[in-house]
């Protein structure tokens, strides 16, 4: 039974369960105890899981350590699943005690399967929207040579930018000529995605009027109009107001 198919009552002790079979497996260092939830095939069972250790270590300081270890002994297990949940566990261990779960997004970052390296952007995302600390990885990873460390890295931006847009807007620039299409997209995506907060549309247009990179302002000018038509009814400006703008600039769309 998956996990919402249990009734809410249901879902709360199915929490508790997971959460106790935790400390356990920890404690105990016995890994069989938690993995079927790390290895499940229900997304939800998985980030109940991984829920379970980020709250795990930030009320139980005295085995912090140990988890450290226990996290890093899971991420050896072949299963996609259980790696999978290894570094999302690490994303909300990083919320907080970022430093601590460094190490183990990095490895995320060069795991051989999609899903595991698309947990490092979900982790980043996670964690930087509520620590600064994590800038500095971002300053580490986001000119690496690999173009898919430097997409991954780049979505994890996304939501810091949405609040701190000034923080990440240098680190944006950096890229502004890529010449991955993946990367380069992503780049746009990442622009219009910190534009429709109030106060944010003006700041990134200024910002990318000083940018030597013209063609990054046009890909940007369509993707902010897509982007304030999505989430109008949370965007500073209308759909509306932000396309006659760019028109008033020039931009052929």
Request: charged residues 30%; contains cysteine.
């Amino acid at each position: 039974m998956s996990f919402y198919d249990l009734s809410e009552k249901d879902r709360i002790l199915k929490k508790d369960e997971i959460a106790e079979a935790i400390l356990c497996s920890v404690t105990q260092n016995d890994f069989d105890i938690a993995l079927p939830y790390f290895a499940d095939e229900d997304t939800y069972i998985r980030k109940a899981a991984y829920q379970a250790v980020g709250k795990l270590y930030v009320k139980q300081a005295d085995i912090r350590e140990a988890i450290l270890s226990w996290l890093s002994s899971l991420y050896q297990y072949a299963h996609e699943n259980v790696r999978q949940t290894v570094i999302y566990a690490a994303g909300e261990i990083a919320a907080k005690h970022f430093e601590d779960a460094a190490a183990l997004l990095e490895k995320g970052l060069i795991d051989p399967h999609h899903s595991v390296r698309n947990a490092v952007t979900g982790g980043l995302k996670n964690a930087g929207s509520k620590n600064p600390s994590t800038l500095a990885f971002f300053e580490k990873h986001i000119k690496s040579s690999d173009p898919e460390i430097r997409r991954l890295v780049l979505h994890g931006l996304e939501l810091r930018g949405r609040t701190h847009p000034q923080e990440i807007i240098g680190l944006l620039r950096e890229l502004q000529f890529e010449k991955n299409k993946r990367v380069r997209d992503m780049l746009i995506h990442v622009l219009g995605q910190i534009s429709y907060k109030k106060g944010c549309f003006s700041f990134v247009v200024k910002q990318l009027e000083g940018w030597e990179n013209k063609d990054v302002f046009t890909a940007f000018a369509k993707e902010a109009i897509e982007v304030h038509g999505r989430y109008e009814k949370f965007s500073e400006l209308t759909q509306m107001q932000v396309e006659s703008f760019f028109v008033a600039k020039g931009i052929e769309l």
